[in-house]
């Protein structure tokens, strides 16, 4: 069959297998149709700027046009993965691989790799990478998806940074690889380097709300509230329908003491998330505000609704079933029902280990690790509260050894059992712990109430007051009634007034 091969905006009649190839990216498509291939341009552009359903719009068009299009399929199937509609994607990464035989190598690598990575057969993925790197080490999308790998997966930052420099040495103006690059710079530690990157993406990509929602990500794990809460308005101005702006704006207000204008946010966006089929990711954002709120009864009643699950792990949304555990388990050892907590825990371990035993290695190496620490700093929790505090020290210090993250990965484990020691009068623990947050986040609330409290009792005043001074700044915008604000207030007080 005789196929068009578009090379810049020449048009050549060919024999053989054909293929679209571009300049500016520097990869090839092998299609029949110059209309597929601007729609499939087109759906590029558009999961660029993280407008999904238009992209999968685009994709279907492109796949209409030339039904043989595997590249295109590729697409359609990271879009209906990123909807988290699974039977959809299923079906496009089922096209995509059958029609790659008749693609370019370079084409049948990067769907064995796509396909791999959506399957969470981290093997294999690994595998159709090192053959991209072996064969193809200069291609742009090889050194992302190696970037990726060495960021997400193997911590090694530095070698992630130098690689992502050289594909933009390659191509400066490709935004994934500056939106890349912020995240890992963060990471490295490198605040203002992350900046400038997330910076660069808005400047090449203007008008889009991505840049502005990792910008707001950056200032949110900066502890920088306010500007994290600005930029995430600011993607919401873009695109109303951004719906993860919208989750991480409710996120960052619930950390603020916001908790109206935190559910506010959700109820606003809801007809949009219904509209993409994402129901239970909004449902589940609202109960993590409740959590915050310390409202534990509607917690509880509104993950009750998700019960019981299904027998085989959920993998269309694999985060809700152990979260909506957590979450049970959490407020149910707060009001006190700790055999129901014990429960919930057993339920918990039970999904990953059913999991992992219905599909070894799909979960990766990383999360294995964050599963298995939340879960006995989660117990840790329980022990405290049963009043077996030495216990519950000695687990979350063993749990803290046992894990090769550094102190800045760890830092949100590190405040949450900064509580609980507080809770057990172990003061001296707490406040060593919360150092660890503050060193850090300066400005993480938790970690600043904890420790404000915590040298009160010890006797540090000044220590106390500087602590509580940050803290109360801020949760200065928090809703009236809340009884940690309310409580770290009246030490305040009292502190300042005997100093």
């Not at 196929?3 to 060919?14: D, E, F, K, S, T």
């Not at 970037?147 to 530095?158: M, Q, V």
């Not at 939106?179 to 710079?185: D, S």
């Not at 039970?350 to 879960?375: H, N």
Request: net charge negative; aromatic share 8%; hydrophobic share 40%.
């Amino acid at each position: 069959m005789r196929r068009l091969l578009w090379i810049g905006v020449g048009v050549v009649l060919a024999t053989a297998v054909a293929v679209v190839a571009w300049p500016r990216e520097r990869r090839e498509v092998t299609t029949r149709s110059k209309e597929a291939y601007h729609d499939y341009l087109q759906g590029r552009e558009l999961t660029e700027r993280w407008d999904h359903l238009a992209a999968r719009d685009a994709y279907l068009k492109a796949v209409s046009a030339d039904s043989t299009f595997a590249m295109a399929y590729l697409g359609l199937a990271r879009t209906y993965n990123t909807l988290r509609w699974m039977k959809e994607r299923d079906d496009a990464l089922a096209r995509a691989a059958r029609l790659s035989k008749g693609c370019t190598e370079l084409e049948c690598l990067l769907i064995a790799e796509g396909k791999a990575e959506m399957d969470g057969d981290h093997k294999a993925t690994n595998a159709a990478l090192d053959d991209l790197l072996k064969k193809y080490p200069e291609n742009p999308e090889t050194m992302m998806l190696q970037a990726t790998r060495l960021w997400r997966d193997e911590r090694k930052l530095d070698e992630a940074a130098a690689l992502l420099q050289k594909a933009l040495a390659a191509d400066p103006t490709r935004v994934t690889i500056h939106n890349l690059m912020g995240y890992v710079e963060m990471e490295r530690g490198n605040f203002d380097a992350a900046v400038a990157s997330l910076q660069r993406y808005a400047y090449y990509a203007p008008n889009q709300p991505n840049p502005h929602d990792s910008l707001g990500e950056i200032y949110l794990k900066a502890g920088r509230y306010e500007e994290a809460i600005a930029q995430y308005l600011e993607a919401l101005r873009i695109q109303p329908e951004f719906t993860n702006s919208a989750l991480m704006l409710a996120q960052v207000l619930a950390t603020t003491g916001q908790y109206k204008q935190g559910h506010l946010v959700l109820d606003t966006a809801h007809e949009v998330f219904s509209h993409i089929k994402q129901d239970r990711q909004w449902e589940l954002a609202q109960i993590s505000v409740d959590l915050d709120a310390k409202r534990y009864e509607d917690v509880l009643t509104r993950t009750q609704k998700f019960l019981p699950f299904p027998s085989a792990p959920d993998l269309a949304f694999l985060a809700l079933e152990p979260r909506i555990y957590a979450m049970r388990a959490y407020s149910q050892m707060e009001l006190a029902k700790f055999d129901d907590a014990a429960a919930s825990l057993d339920a918990y371990d039970s999904f990953w280990a059913l999991l992992e035993k219905s599909k070894p290695g799909y979960v990766g190496k990383q999360d294995s690790g964050d599963i298995a620490l939340s879960s006995k700093l989660l117990r840790a929790r329980l022990l405290s509260l049963t009043g077996k505090h030495d216990q519950a020290t000695e687990l979350a210090i063993a749990a803290f050894k046992n894990s090769d993250k550094p102190d800045k990965d760890l830092v949100y484990y590190y405040a949450a059992v900064a509580q609980v020691e507080l809770q057990g009068g172990a003061n001296q623990t707490a406040v060593e712990l919360a150092k660890k947050v503050i060193a850090v986040i300066p400005t993480n609330p938790t970690a600043n109430r904890v420790l404000g409290l915590a040298l009160a009792k010890l006797g540090d005043n000044d220590g106390a007051l500087s602590a509580l001074t940050t803290y109360l700044h801020v949760m200065r915008a928090a809703d009236p009634g809340n009884k940690d604000l309310d409580e770290a207030k009246a030490v305040y007080d009292r502190l300042l007034a005997s100093s």
